[in-house]
């Protein structure tokens, strides 16, 4: 799936945990996004705010995720011997959206 | 729910149907995620790489309200009386994460 | 210059001058990176650190521009009749980058 | 100047000259604006244009920093032991705004 690195570099178990936790709660606040548009009064500022509140969550996902890959393989990488690629990989994704 | 506006103003039916429709989409999505960090092996940059795409597909959502708002709302707000509210409110959820 | 629309709205005057006071102020910062940059020992992030600073600058800058224009143009439009060009074209600029 | 690390590491020199260019036609661009703003006429939109445009500079020129680090910092902080300190460091950096 990855595009070129990352063979046998997994993410830590403990940040997997920690993201799933978060994800389902997120999941939980999508339905109540959902929820909350059934009403036909919904005022769209108030949709608004909730859609930027998951997006806040998300981005402490992505900031758990990403501190777990510099510290345990973008550090390491040196001694690895693939710096160039995952460098590159990096930045892609990090200026992604 | 709404802190100083918003009262009669509301998001337009078929806004609120496309978000919906969108949302219930990412809810998947976030789905996707979770299995995906089901895996032991799953590799980080795979997993921020989905965050990011989520994230994206929120920004949608979030375009399609604030430009239903804009459009409904904000450019009638002269006409209402409520524009300073109005403007004080939309630039306070802007910057919101 | 502008695409669409603008004829005859004009950034109020003194958000005008607030803003040429800031982007003098930023001017002055963009030179003091570059004395920095020439120093050889710079370490990256003290010059990644000034980078964001100016940008964080910037973003008050563009803010106080986009309020008065929020104000005095957008809540407006409808009363002019150019409201969905307006919307447009700031949906475009708000996503520029 | 910087809080933590960064002793003896210093910015790449082709990367340190190349953003020294880039910042001089971004001070370049921030006196077009300053010029812009003279004009009574100016439209607001034409202003954010501008300084979404410098922003866009400005973030080429952090890309192109931080690129240097990770490559020549991040990647070999495990073999140097300060993996821990660049990490939060950066990180902090990246959410600076």
């Known amino acids: 799936m990855s595009s070129c690195c ?3 570099l997994h ?6 945990e ?3 936790r978060r994800l389902r709660s997120i999941r939980g606040h999508v339905e109540g996004i959902l929820k909350m548009l ?3 009064q919904v005022y769209c ?3 608004l705010k909730q859609v930027k509140a998951v997006q806040g969550a998300l981005d ?3 900031g758990l ?3 777990s890959h510099l510290q ?3 550090a390491t990488a040196a001694q690895r011997g693939d710096a160039g690629d995952l460098v590159e990989e990096l930045l892609e994704v990090l200026k992604y959206r």
Chains 1, 2, 3, 4 share one sequence.
């Open 6 to 8: 990352g063979q046998g």
């Open 11 to 16: 993410l830590d178990p403990a940040v997997r």
């Open 18 to 20: 920690d993201a799933r």
């Open 38 to 40: 059934e009403d036909e």
């Open 45 to 47: 500022v108030d949709a």
């Open 60 to 62: 402490k996902v992505g």
């Open 65 to 67: 995720v990403l501190k």
């Open 72 to 74: 345990n393989h973008v």
